[in-house]
């Protein structure tokens, strides 16, 4: 099971109503939180590409353009874990 699961989905997969899973994982003492690390996080590319950055920032100036749309491997930003343990996300991918 997926830490970041939707109680939805979770209901949906267990054949139950949504306040079940609700009651369940208060229970269990889980709460809802921020997810900690992204699971896809390289720090060692982080600091190359860091590098590079400020290399070009030396030679020119740089412009930052947003492009806005949709990623459908986009990860979710809160999740569920025990009380007092930090929320990992997991990557299915």
Known sequence: MNS???IHERAK??????????RNLKQLNFTYK?????????QNEREVFVQYIDFLKARHPL???DEVGFSV?????HG???KGARCLESCSL
């Open 4 to 6: 970041d699961d939707y």
């Open 13 to 22: 997969r267990f054949g139950v109503s949504n306040s079940t899973i609700c």
């Open 34 to 42: 921020k997810t900690w690390q992204h699971p896809k996080a390289d």
């Open 63 to 65: 412009v930052y353009v």
């Open 73 to 77: 491997d986009a990860l979710r930003r």
């Open 80 to 82: 569920y874990s025990e």
